[in-house]
T-cell receptor
Framework: AQTVTQSQPEMSVQEAETVTLSCTYD???????LFWYKQPPSRQMILVIR??????QNATENRFSVNFQKAAKSFSLKISDSQLGDTAMYFC??????????FGTGTSLTVIP | GAVVSQHPSRVICKSGTSVKIECRSL??????MFWYRQFPKQSLMLMAT?????????EQGVEKDKFLINHASLTLSTLTVTSAHPEDSSFYIC???????????????FGNGTRLTVT
């Protein structure tokens, strides 16, 4: 079975600063996909960024980037220049085959003005 | 981008009644849709996988007779909570993947969720 662990239930960051959210996973698969989703107070799940395991280059989407360490099974999310609108729950998700997504327990991020 | 519409966004019902929640993919075809349940400040718990034209696959511990899922077309899946009780009060979220995109790379697209309150 695949497991996804987010060890930081809550985090906070000052506006304009940088914050890193951690995610680790356990799998015996070699080819899989990783995602970060954001859930703001509106409860809408929004895709932030995704990474293919076979790609060594870390994915980047504007202020969001990942540090993907395949050997360590680590997939952290870095948010640069944090904005108030980044306040949300962040979920790490793992997909290796078919349609089964595995979600982490989430990290509640608060951006402090 | 891919849009998933979920209705209603909020519903209050009396104990013992049934409630239907609709999930539609507006601009793509979804051969598979997923239904999640989320408790406050917790992660998403997969309830069932809905497959167009066939029976849904339920996760262990989810009562298929209580949570009826129908996926009659490539753009619509419904979840009916039958004989609802207060413990069924929760936030329900549907999601779908675009069947025309390579399945291993396409993300889940989520509806806005339905907050169910059973009194």
């Amino acid at each position: 079975a695949q497991t996804v662990t987010q060890s930081q239930p809550e985090m906070s960051v000052q506006e304009a600063e940088t914050v890193t959210l951690s995610c680790t996973y356990d799998t015996s698969e070699s080819n899989y996909y990783l995602f970060w989703y954001k859930q703001p107070p509106s409860r809408q799940m929004i895709l932030v960024i995704r990474q293919e395991a076979y790609k060594q280059q870390n994915a980047t989407e504007n202020r969001f980037s990942v540090n993907f360490q395949k050997a360590a099974k680590s997939f952290s999310l870095k948010i640069s220049d944090s904005q108030l609108g980044d306040t949300a729950m962040y979920f790490c998700a793992f997909l290796y085959t078919g349609n089964q997504f595995y979600f982490g327990t989430g990290t509640s991020l608060t951006v402090i003005p | 981008g891919a849009v998933v519409s979920q209705h209603p966004s909020r519903v209050i019902c009396k104990s013992g009644t049934s409630v239907k929640i609709e999930c539609r993919s507006l601009d793509f075809q979804a051969t598979t849709m997923f239904w999640y349940r989320q408790f406050p400040k917790q992660s998403l718990m997969l309830m069932a996988t809905s497959n167009e034209g066939s029976k849904a696959t339920y996760e262990q511990g989810v009562e298929k007779d209580k949570f009826l899922i129908n996926h009659a077309s490539l753009t619509l899946s419904t979840l009916t909570v039958t004989s609802a009780h207060p413990e069924d009060s929760s936030f329900y979220i549907c999601s779908a993947r675009d069947g025309s995109v390579s399945s291993y790379n396409s993300p889940l697209h989520f509806g806005n969720g339905t907050r169910l309150t059973v009194t």
